[in-house]
């Protein structure tokens, strides 16, 4: 098979299959989302994060300590 040079065959790269996040994962990435997007918003209204204003709205304790992480 000389002077057929485009025949030959090469490696096909094929996608690997991404895995399908759980519940748990998506509830947790919406909830580190929130709890940022409350931080930067208050920061930029209030100049500071107000926990005790947070804590008066109805935050739950976890997700303070969630935001005190963003």
Known sequence: ???HE???LS???TATK???KSEADVV????KNLARALKDEMRKKD??????K???EGYSGRLLEKIQKA
Not at 28 to 31: E, G, I, M
Not at 47 to 52: A, E, F, L, P, S
Request: glycine share 8%; proline share 0%; hydrophobic share 20%.
């Open 28 to 31: 947790d990435r919406a909830t």
């Open 54 to 56: 947070l804590r008066k």
């Open 11 to 13: 490696k096909v790269e």
């Open 6 to 8: 485009s025949c030959r």
């Open 18 to 20: 991404r895995r399908q």
């Open 47 to 52: 100049g500071r994060v107000d926990y005790d």
């Open 1 to 3: 098979m000389e002077g």
